[in-house]
């Protein structure tokens, strides 16, 4: 058990190490598109060459970011299994534990309520699946795919400036619902308690 205990750890910090790698890797790769086109604007400012690099760049970006996005998503249902994994074993540790048992503090409930207790964080709060790293992704992807279409309009109608501005908003807020969409979807399939043996109890599920 405790040799499954510390694998099932090191997978947990593995998972939570390739989380902060890609979040990191895709927040590079937009500072150093931002740098780029603002260099780029300095010798054509509004020029074509600005735009035609604006227009290969921000797509390609926010291409990768959807990749981000959905692999830190992935990343994130894996963490809460393995937590669940890990506080099974802790109620075996529990059961085991005879007059010890009042020296654990982390509970070992293995459905949605024990796992998020656990990190001091409460399961009854629908807004916590929004302070993610994969919804901080989600909110610079929206926007970088916003500022492509906007620039994209303007190139190919001439539009004014509101109508370029406003098609790229309703892009990127179309796109930040879909991410959302998207991770709420995953949420519920992979956070499914139908297979709870430690179930935490009603007075305590907060």
Request: net charge negative.
């Amino acid at each position: 058990m405790t040799t499954e205990h510390f694998a099932l750890v090191g997978a947990r910090s593995q998972a939570a190490s390739e989380s902060s790698t890609r979040s990191a890797l895709y927040l590079g790769a937009v500072s150093s598109t931002l740098v780029g086109l603002g260099l780029t604007a300095q010798v054509s400012a509004r020029g074509t060459t600005f735009r035609i690099f604006a227009l290969v760049a921000l797509p390609t970006l926010f291409v990768l970011g959807m990749f981000t996005f959905a692999r830190l998503v992935e990343l994130g249902a894996e963490d809460f299994l393995l937590g669940r994994a890990i506080n099974r074993i802790r109620n075996y540790y529990i059961e085991q534990a005879g007059d010890a048992r009042p020296y654990f503090l982390l509970t070992g409930y293995d459905d949605h309520f024990g796992v998020m207790a656990n990190m001091a964080l409460s399961a009854s709060a629908g807004w916590q699946l929004y302070l993610t790293a994969a919804v901080g992704v989600a909110v610079v992807n929206a926007v970088v795919g916003g500022s492509a279409v906007a620039l994209a309009v303007a190139v190919v109608t001439g539009a004014a400036l509101g109508i370029d501005v406003a098609a790229g908003g309703l892009f990127a807020l179309a796109a930040l619902l879909g991410h959302l969409r998207f991770q709420a979807v995953s949420h519920e399939a992979g956070g499914s308690d139908a297979d709870v043996l430690f179930a935490t109890p009603p007075e305590a599920q907060r």
